[in-house]
DNA sequence: CTTCGTGCAAATTATTTGCATGGCA
DNA sequence: TGCCATGCAAATAATTTGCACGAAG
């Protein structure tokens, strides 16, 4: 499982990394990402390299009715995602460990990722009706 | 909006209320279901069937790390996915409508559904190893 | 009778793979 | 140097669409 670094993995890494890039981008977003600041980087290779990244534990994949979407960050919570401007939201709750442990304990399970997602519309979207 | 009722769309309905059914089977699994039954319904048919009654609400879409499963079920639980055996349990618990309100209420959101998935080992494969 | 849903095949989209080559360790 | 990751293009898988026809209302 040695993984080498080249200059494609660091480069997709550090754009993953920026800020302003949390926003759970898609394969493609990712893909549109990462060829504007540079066009030599084939798309398969940035096919392998986040898969390499998710199976890293680096990247989490998030399934969602429209497609994948992936999540640099790793601590527990959950998403949202409003129906009509479909902008995908972080929630947190102080709450989904417990039930992750109740659960655990109810059905006899080792559970050792969570995935939740919410659909709805987000406030914004509500106030403009 | 107004939808007809062929006996295709019969067919499909019939075969995935069928308790042996409730499996949570994915678009292939389905295609095989009703293949087995009906060869002349073509798959095209079964596509555009399943997503008529996921719009209808009849059938919930589940997206998971493998794909899509799809749930006849509605009430509200939650699935968890054996990374050994790769089964799909449902899992009841009646904190998630609470834990859900207080959700809306802190983001002020107007939660329409949830999806909530957990992986990790059951219990069978817990004692097996 | 009119219109919608169907089957088929082709088109489109999404993702993976084979292979020759260059770059990392 | 040896082997892995890359870029490209082709292959494969997944899903949607166009069209002529048969069936539902």
Redesign the pocket.
């Known amino acids: 499982m ?8 660091e480069k997709i890494i550090k754009i993953l990394s920026r800020k302003e890039n949390h926003i759970h981008p ?3 977003e990712i893909i549109n990402l990462v060829s504007k600041e ?1 066009k ?10 986040i ?2 990244l998710v199976q890293d534990n680096i990247l989490k994949k998030i399934p969602t009715k429209d ?2 979407h992936y999540d640099i960050k790793t601590d527990l919570h959950s998403h949202f995602i409003c129906q009509k401007c479909n902008r995908l939201i972080d929630l947190y709750d102080s709450n989904y460990q417990k039930i992750i442990n109740e659960l655990q304990n109810k059905y006899s399970l080792n559970i050792i990722e969570a995935n939740i997602i919410l659909y709805g519309i987000c406030e914004e979207c509500n106030d403009k009706v």
Do not use: L, P, S, V
């Open positions: 040695e993984k080498r670094n080249t200059k494609q993995k898609t394969i493609n540079d030599t980087i084939g798309q398969a290779t940035i096919y392998r390299q898969n390499n497609g994948f």
